[in-house]
C-alpha cells in the first residue's frame, strides 16, 4: 500500500499570511499513462464532506481562489495558500489514486 | 445536478446488521466507479473501498476487506454500504463518493479525483 504522510498536523496563520502543507508519499505516484502525479487535495470543514481543490497534483478544479496551489512531482508534494483568509479555516487532505486510494492525515488550519 | 444522496444517520445495536446508501442521481450510473470512505469522531479520511456498478467489480482497503461489503444495484443507480455485525469501532461517518475518470487510450478509463461526494450517513453502534 502506498502510504501518505502530511506535515504538519496543525497550524496556526495570521490573516494574510502565507500556508504551506506538506504531503510525501512512500512510492512514486506517477502515472505512466499521461505522465502525470495522481495526487488530490481536498478541503474539509467542519459537518461537510471533503470538498476536492486539486487533481494531478496541480490541477485547480473550477471555482477554486486562485490564492490556492498545488506543486510538486515524484513522492514530495505541496499545498499552498498565499494569503490566508477566514474561510479557508479547515482541514486539508492529500490523496493518492495511482495504486487504489490512500489519503495523508491531515492538516488542521487555523487563525492565529 | 450530479448527486450522491445519503440517508443523515442510522442508530444500531452492536451485533446488529446493517445496509447504508448512497443515491447517485445526474449521471450514468454504470460509467463511473463509486468509493466509501470512513471518518471516525475526531479523526481523518480512511479508505474503505471502491466498487464499479456496470459490472460490479469490487476492491477493498485491505484495513476494510472482510468487515464490510459494498454492492451497488444499476436498476436504482444506488450503492451500498453493509455490516452483518455492527461493533461500537464502527461508530463513524462513511461517505460515498465518485471520482472523475480520465482517458488513457485503447478504450481504457482510469480513475482521477473524488470530485463528487455525498452528505455522508453517521453510524452510531452503542448498547
Known amino acids: 500500500d502506498i502510504v501518505m504522510t502530511q506535515s504538519p498536523d496543525s497550524l496556526a496563520v495570521s490573516l494574510g499570511e502565507r500556508t504551506t502543507i506538506h504531503c510525501k508519499s512512500s512510492q512514486t505516484i506517477l502515472d505512466s499513462s499521461n505522465n502525470k502525479n495522481s495526487l488530490a487535495w481536498y478541503q474539509q470543514k467542519p459537518g461537510q464532506p471533503p470538498k476536492l481543490l486539486f487533481s494531478?497534483?496541480?490541477t485547480r478544479e473550477s471555482g477554486v481562489p486562485d490564492r490556492f496551489s498545488g506543486s510538486g512531482s515524484g513522492t514530495d508534494f505541496t499545498l499552498t495558500i498565499s494569503s490566508l483568509q477566514a474561510e479557508d479555516v479547515a482541514v486539508y487532505y492529500c490523496q493518492q489514486y495511482y495504486r487504489t486510494v490512500s489519503f495523508g492525515g491531515g492538516t488542521k488550519v487555523e487563525i492565529k | 445536478e450530479v448527486q450522491l444522496v445519503q440517508p443523515g444517520a442510522e442508530m444500531k445495536k452492536p451485533g446488529e446488521s446493517l445496509k447504508i446508501s448512497c443515491k447517485a442521481s445526474?449521471?450514468?450510473?454504470?460509467?463511473?466507479?463509486i468509493g466509501w470512505v470512513r471518518q471516525m469522531p475526531g479523526k481523518g479520511l480512511e479508505w474503505m473501498g471502491i466498487i464499479y456498478p456496470e459490472d460490479s467489480d469490487t476492491r477493498y482497503s485491505p484495513s476494510f476487506q472482510g468487515q464490510v461489503t459494498i454492492s451497488a444495484d444499476k436498476s436504482i443507480t444506488t450503492a451500498y454500504l453493509q455490516w452483518s455485525s455492527l461493533r461500537a469501532s464502527d461508530t463513524a461517518m462513511y461517505f460515498c463518493a465518485r471520482p472523475k475518470m480520465y482517458y488513457y487510450g485503447s478504450g481504457n478509463y482510469g480513475i482521477d479525483a473524488f470530485d463528487v461526494w455525498g452528505q455522508g450517513t453517521m453510524v452510531t453502534v452503542s448498547s
Open positions: 445526474g449521471y450514468i450510473f454504470t460509467n463511473f466507479w
Open positions: 494531478w497534483a496541480s
